[in-house]
DNA sequence: GCCACATAAACAAACGTTTGTTAGTCATCT
DNA sequence: AGATGACTAACAAACGTTTGTTTATGTGGC
């Protein structure tokens, strides 16, 4: 039996998508728009998704579900919550570099999610949220970590981590383990002396 | 001789238009929206701005003007680097907390903003930050803070800040005092004990 | 002959904005 | 005091575009 060698166009559309949304917006982003960066007429993309709408699900509901996977595996990794910490930052900042665009998508656009779809969505960023604090909190009872307001500290580590997808270029004098290992620093170390 | 009574109508669509674009973003804001927001037909608001772009200009500029006349009070003040900084991520979570919707669109929706004024703005933003990186730079060079890579520090801080657009309410069972000391805890000080 | 995929053409809906008009307010002149 | 004219601010209706999507048709490979 032969190979399949199709080129699943569906995927070339959700790559294109979440660039050009990432550039533009979800709404300044039109099908037709899109269509000509994938190289065919927006009618055309209706062969391989069923709505604009649908694109954006994807993209986003990708994103989500590799977070709280990969958040699964972290949890139970048998080291100090310094260390688990340290894995779940590494991992924002390598999604960020990796897929910047469909994460962008998902920190930006998920709020243009149709109703249904959009509880969804906050439901699993919520899932992942509260993971992520147990984890902190379970750090600063093990006394690894200062006491302080498991919010704070959790919104202030997703937030620090975000501006590598406006800033990240690979020729920015920069190497991927460097900026891991410059943020992870601040956040653990702190800036003062 | 009486007393003008005159609501400024402009600074109403302004505020609620800031609100809305938060909310639903700038392209997914129309002006029929906005009009029956503020009370009037879409048309009547005509009569106030001089178009969709005006608005959006408005707000953006509206912050960064902020933004900069802040900076530069800052940068006079008799004090440490250390303290020049805290003053600086008050000075955020402060603007965050009273003018969230506008600061919120200058964060999210200032790529809206046509070609000419685009240009402006992220020069305006480039001087910010070149201010914000030099006060870093100093601070470093004076022994205050750990040696780092001066962008990472920057970026890491104005993200850090960020959330808080998103998350800060009157009701959360935290004032803005204690997230101010908690926030600046975690960048100078870092998570770990 | 059929299936997968591409197209052009058309669709209704929604968009930002302009137009023409009206009603009210105020200072000025008689 | 009353008339005049300029100004402000509101409105409904319509404009030309652009939007996401559908329909009908065509085409190349199995």
Not at 27 to 52: F, P
Not at 63 to 71: A, P
Not at 99 to 114: M, T
Not at 158 to 180: D, H, Q
């Amino acid at each position: 039996m032969a190979k399949k060698v199709k080129t699943n166009k569906r995927q070339v559309i959700l790559e294109e998508a979440a660039k050009l949304f990432k550039a533009k917006g979800f709404g300044g982003t039109s099908m037709r728009d899109l269509g000509s960066q994938v190289g065919m007429e927006a009618a055309s993309m209706y062969n391989h998704i069923s709505s604009k709408d649908d694109i954006l699900e994807s993209i986003c509901f990708h994103v989500s579900n590799t977070y709280i996977s990969q958040l699964n595996e972290i949890e139970q990794l048998p080291v100090s919550y310094v260390d688990k910490l340290k894995a779940l930052i590494r991992l924002h900042i390598r999604l960020m570099i990796e897929d910047g665009a469909a994460v962008s998508v998902a920190n930006n656009d998920w709020k243009y999610l149709s109703e249904v779809k959009l509880q969804q969505f906050k439901e699993a960023r919520k899932t992942y949220e509260k993971g992520f604090a147990a984890l902190i909190e379970q750090g600063i009872t093990a006394g690894e970590f200062q006491p302080m307001n498991v919010s704070v500290a959790l919104f202030t580590i997703l937030s620090a981590v975000r501006w590598v997808e406006l800033w990240y270029r690979p020729g920015r004098g920069i190497t991927a383990e460097e900026l891991e290992e410059n943020i992870m620093t601040i956040l653990l170390n702190g800036l003062a002396k």
